[in-house]
């Protein structure tokens, strides 16, 4: 297989219970594998069961939290990791560290390194240290003078880029349109050289 890891990112968004990773529960996963020259090549999303969820009020409200359906779609964590790797190593040699890409990112990494701490599993020996955030790179957007200074949020990034996102706060919904922010801002990138 052709070396990707200069071409090549998996694009990553969490559905959480809260914002402490030690804490809250993580409910899902949605990964979108995206490459330079082919673009958006497969995407997957796992949802994680727990014996005991612990979700915020606000959480609940920000991601419709339903514990019946989750549940019915729902595996266990050990079971996710497995398929979570055999997933990404269908698309990135085994020898090599994945790099990891998204919006506001060390979030999704933190729940990320987390859960698999909790499998006795070691985030580090799988994904590289590197990632590209879509925040910064609009925020350097912004600094450069290349786009308005009224994008303060993702949501502010998806209308001024025109991305419409089919489900909010759904972690593959995200995840797809986050890599849509991420293509038109390299456009935009390559249309000012």
């Given at each position: 297989m052709k070396n990707h890891s200069n071409e090549?990112?998996?694009?990553?968004?969490?559905?959480?219970?809260?914002?402490?990773p030690e804490k809250h529960s993580l409910l899902s996963i949605g990964i979108v594998i995206w490459d330079l020259s082919?673009?958006?090549?497969?995407?997957?999303?796992?949802?994680?069961?727990?014996?005991?969820?612990?979700?915020?009020?606000?959480?609940?409200?920000?991601?419709?939290?339903?514990?019946?359906?989750?549940?019915?779609?729902?595996?266990?964590?050990?079971i996710v990791i497995e398929k979570l790797l055999s997933f990404l190593f269908d698309y990135f040699p085994r020898d090599t560290f994945i790099p990891l890409a998204g919006h506001n990112v060390q979030?999704?990494?933190?729940?990320?390194?987390?859960?698999?701490?909790?499998?006795?599993?070691?985030?580090?020996?799988?994904?590289?240290?590197?990632?590209?955030?879509?925040?910064s790179v609009y925020k350097t957007l912004i600094l450069s003078n290349l786009?308005?200074?009224?994008?303060?949020?993702?949501?502010?990034?998806?209308?001024?880029?025109?991305?419409?996102?089919?489900?909010?706060?759904?972690?593959?919904s995200d995840c797809t349109a986050t890599v849509k922010l991420y293509e038109s801002m390299i456009n935009l990138i390559k249309s000012k050289s």
């Open positions: 090549r990112f998996a694009f990553i968004d969490t559905e959480t219970g809260g914002v402490l082919e673009g958006i090549i497969a995407q997957k999303e796992f949802y994680i069961k727990s014996k005991r969820y612990i979700v915020t009020k606000e959480a609940k409200k920000i991601n419709k939290f339903d514990r019946a359906w989750h549940d019915k779609v729902a595996e266990e964590p050990s979030f999704d990494i933190n729940f990320l390194k987390t859960f698999f701490k909790k499998q006795n599993r070691s985030y580090n020996q799988y994904f590289s240290h590197r990632v590209i955030d879509t925040y786009i308005s200074e009224n994008i303060n949020s993702s949501h502010d990034a998806f209308s001024y880029f025109n991305i419409q996102v089919a489900q909010r706060h759904n972690a593959l």
